[in-house]
């Protein structure tokens, strides 16, 4: 089996000797909490070992609601925000053609993303682009109550209904939501949807190989049985019997928690290809949402390179040196490009005639890794043989256990996230919603 590797030695000039490895002990510990289920947040360790517990029925019927969908919509609207939508978002759009946009063939169906804002403009346009499309609904909410995916989805469906009549509606609207609580629950089953549960133990972030993310992945067209088994498979990697040396998300919770306790506040995740720009976005989250608490925890920046050279590149190579780097590497594109002859030579590029592009961005890449360590930016990487589905299911459980083991080991609870409640009482206290009376009285009394 070939696995991601990871490679820390651009991190080590920037860290005492051995500062990686004192952290091993740590690392493993965590590690065996979380297999043990003796850490904090044990109640939500359903993605642990949900790779090798997915049973074949269970993807049959993915596969199968997957199918219903893809014969009688052209497009697919995915409604769901947080973990309820990036991780699906960041795999389509990794394996899919970055112009699928414009230049879907019809052969599958066009998948976008709603619920994940509250933009006026944003929903009209979605919704004047969906007039007279043969359109379907994944609603996507674990709570079934978050307000930005379900504004959507009441407009979502009354439109679906209107314009393809209420029985297919009912057969290309789908639910993927709680077992029993929530306003999305609720309504599925008032209508008859197809539905698929969210299990209890599994929070929104590490959600995406659950229907989550596996429905509109396979509605997209991929394959999410190799993706099950490339996750699978860093299950393996990764478990308690692995030392840490060897041990990909132990060795990169240890490095990213040597690297932060040296003053790397930032941790700028960067990208060589643009199809990976919504996997930064999950990573983000991921990260984010699990460590960003007590008044700890390393900040989740992301980049995409080189675009961002000409923008972010500044601060990176010369800005505050708090930050490190982790960059994805992909070592094969799927295809090939070579620089052309040209007779004139006015941009002087023909010395690069008959050499692919990939030469020249992993020119730039390695280029790129070595400015930025002279810039004194400590940098790993994490190299992906090739963007498909197999290594981008190995690519997610990595990152996931990665991070549950770097949040214990920094001392938080990396499976709860208490402070994005902040924001949504006030918006209700603001709105008048009822049953906030009293918050809506105090917030006026602070504008
Ligand atoms: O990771 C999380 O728990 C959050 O980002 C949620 O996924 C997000 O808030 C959406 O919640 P819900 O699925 O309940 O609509």
């Not at 497009?75 to 960041?90: C, F, N, Q």
Request: a negative charge; hydrophobic letters at 40%; proline letters at 4%.
């Amino acid at each position: 089996m070939k696995t991601l590797s990871l490679e820390l030695g651009k991190t080590l000039p920037f860290l005492e000797a051995n500062a990686i490895e004192n952290l091993y002990p740590q690392a493993q510990a965590a590690n065996e909490a979380l297999e043990a289920g003796t850490c904090a947040g044990n109640d939500f360790l359903g993605w642990l070992h949900l790779p090798s517990s997915i049973t074949e029925e269970h993807l049959n019927d993915i596969l199968a609601t997957a199918q219903v969908l893809r014969e009688n919509c052209d497009t697919i609207v995915v409604a769901g925000i947080g973990g309820s939508y990036l991780g699906a978002r960041a795999v389509i759009e990794a394996l899919g053609n970055s112009f699928e946009w414009l230049a879907n063939d019809g052969k599958n169906p066009v998948i976008l993303f709603a619920g994940n804002n509250i933009g006026e403009d944003y929903l009209y346009e979605l919704c004047e682009y969906l007039k007279g499309r043969r359109f379907g609904v994944i609603n996507i909410s674990k709570s079934g109550t978050t307000t930005e995916t379900a504004l959507a989805f009441r407009l979502l469906k009354k439109q679906c209904e209107e314009q393809r009549g209420l029985d297919v509606a009912r057969k290309v609207i789908v639910a993927v939501t709680d077992a029993k609580k929530g306003a999305a629950r609720v309504t599925a089953d008032k209508e008859g949807y197809k539905s698929f549960i969210i299990p209890d133990n599994v929070g929104g972030r590490f959600s995406v190989l659950t229907p989550v993310g596996l429905l509109p992945i396979a509605c997209a067209g991929f394959d999410i049985k190799a993706m099950i088994q490339g996750a699978v498979d860093m299950e393996k990697a990764t478990n308690t019997d692995v030392p840490v040396a060897n041990n990909l998300a132990a060795t990169y919770a240890a490095a990213r928690n040597a690297l932060y306790a040296a003053g790397k506040k930032i941790e700028i995740l960067a990208n060589f290809q643009p199809k990976l720009h919504s996997m930064n976005e999950w990573w983000k989250q991921l990260y984010g949402e699990s460590e960003g608490k007590n008044g700890k925890g390393i900040f989740p920046a992301a980049v995409d390179l080189t675009t961002d050279l000409h923008s972010m590149g500044q601060w990176i190579q010369d800005g505050e040196r708090t930050i490190f780097e982790t960059v994805i590497s992909v070592e094969n594109p799927r295809h090939t490009v070579l620089f052309p002859h040209d007779e004139e030579n006015l941009d002087g590029l023909n010395f690069l005639e008959g050499r692919r592009v990939d030469e020249v961005n992993r020119m730039a890449e390695l280029g790129t890794q070595l400015a930025h360590v002279d810039g004194g930016v400590p940098c790993m990487r994490i190299v992906l043989p090739e963007l498909n589905e197999y290594y981008l299911g190995q690519l997610i459980y990595f990152f996931e256990r990665g991070c549950g083991i770097s949040g214990l080991v920094l001392g938080v609870n990396p499976f709860d996230q208490p402070g994005v409640e902040a924001y949504k009482k006030n918006m209700f206290a603001l709105l008048g919603k009822p049953g906030y009376e009293a918050d809506t009285e105090a917030i006026k009394a602070r504008l």
